[in-house]
């Protein structure tokens, strides 16, 4: 067998090669950070539209609170008092003066609330099972058997399970 020859690189190439790669390393650092900074700069960007939209919700959430107090002031309701007719103040001042009772205003009364449903829970049935007397007496084929599977299939499952 032949040993083949190494290839040998011309000084003129071997410098070439070290020129290039030098090139090569430095346009990777330059990718490096170009990249870098496009991260940091989409960092930046998810961040101010993060704060802009907390602050926008807060503004609203102030909106909905600061309505809320002066509602309440305007749906109090202030009762007005029917003024006495003008004849009973005449008919008044020529008699004694009777002490009339005024009744207070009436407030509405709420509906009241319905009484709960009741949870009505439905009982098992339970099943009376025919003794043995009375399957033979009105006993057909099939009814003895669906009665023998089902013996042995509780038979089975209390020899596996009764331990």
């Known amino acids: 067998m032949e040993t083949k020859t190494r290839r040998v690189l011309s000084p003129e190439a071997l410098e070439k090669l070290q020129l290039?790669?030098?090139k090569a390393?430095?346009?990777?650092?330059q990718n490096k950070e170009i990249t870098k900074y496009e991260k940091e700069e989409i960092r930046k960007e998810r961040q101010t539209k993060r704060e802009q939209t907390y602050q926008t919700i807060m503004k609203l959430k102030e909106e909905k609170e600061e309505p809320k107090p002066q509602q309440?002031?305007?749906i109090k309701k202030k009762v007005v008092e029917p003024?006495?007719?003008p004849e009973a103040i005449e008919n008044s001042e020529d008699e004694e003066p009777e002490e009339e009772e005024e009744e207070p205003p009436k407030k509405p009364i709420a509906k009241p609330l319905p009484p709960p449903k009741k949870?009505?829970?439905a009982r098992p049935q339970s099943r009376v099972e025919p003794t043995d007397e009375d399957l033979y007496e009105n006993a057909n084929i099939e009814m003895l058997r669906k009665r023998l599977y089902q013996q042995t299939r509780?038979?089975?499952?209390?020899?596996?399970f009764g331990y």
């Open 20 to 22: 290039a790669r030098v």
């Open 25 to 29: 390393l430095e346009a990777k650092k």
């Open 72 to 74: 309440k002031k305007v």
């Open 83 to 85: 003024e006495p007719e």
């Open 119 to 121: 949870i009505v829970r």
């Open 154 to 160: 509780q038979r089975l499952a209390n020899d596996l």
